[in-house]
């Protein structure tokens, strides 16, 4: 039970800050792509454009194709939505750390294997939850190796 309980603890929290993470990510490239888009619909891209038609008579169609493309994938790709999304598992998986945690300052409480159940199922829960998003290695190693490191310099410090 001890080992369930630290690693429900150690996996909410990768989860919460890879959600955090891909949230941002989102966030970001919403910003990007609308920035984009504003710059290439508006009238200094346009005169830009027009000053090279002589040179890159092609200019004014791949500025044509851009925009739509991006808008497209503005409208398309939920970056929004997924940013909210991933807050919001942010959010739900890092209040999930916080109930592993208070569980394992309690560990030899009672009720300590009916908090762990519930726990357990609400992890299960918020993975399901998490399916739509992709799962990039790479970052989620990242944030594993974080959290690690984290709980061995806290160990030390306290000496346990």
């Known amino acids: 039970q001890q080992k369930r309980v630290w690693e429900g603890w150690l996996s909410?929290?990768?989860?919460?800050?890879?959600?955090?993470?891909?949230?941002?990510?989102?966030?970001?490239?919403q910003r990007i792509v609308t920035w984009a888009i504003m710059f290439l619909s508006s009238g200094a891209a346009v005169m830009f454009v027009s000053a090279l038609r002589d040179q890159y008579p092609w200019a004014a169609h791949v500025l044509s194709i851009l925009t739509a493309v991006l808008s497209a994938y503005s409208l398309l790709g939920h970056n929004q939505k997924n940013a909210i999304d991933g807050a919001d598992l942010h959010f739900r998986w890092n209040k999930l750390a916080s109930e592993y945690e208070l569980l394992w300052d309690n560990m030899y409480a009672e009720d300590a294997l009916v908090k762990l159940t519930a726990l357990d199922e609400r992890g299960m829960e918020l993975s399901k939850a998490a399916t739509p998003f992709p799962v990039i290695h790479k970052r989620l190693l990242r944030w594993q190796e974080y959290v690690e490191r984290h709980h061995a310099t806290a160990a030390r410090a306290s000496g346990t």
Request: glycine share 0%.
């Open 12 to 29: 909410a929290e990768i989860s919460a800050n890879y959600f955090a993470d891909l949230s941002l990510t989102y966030q970001r490239n």
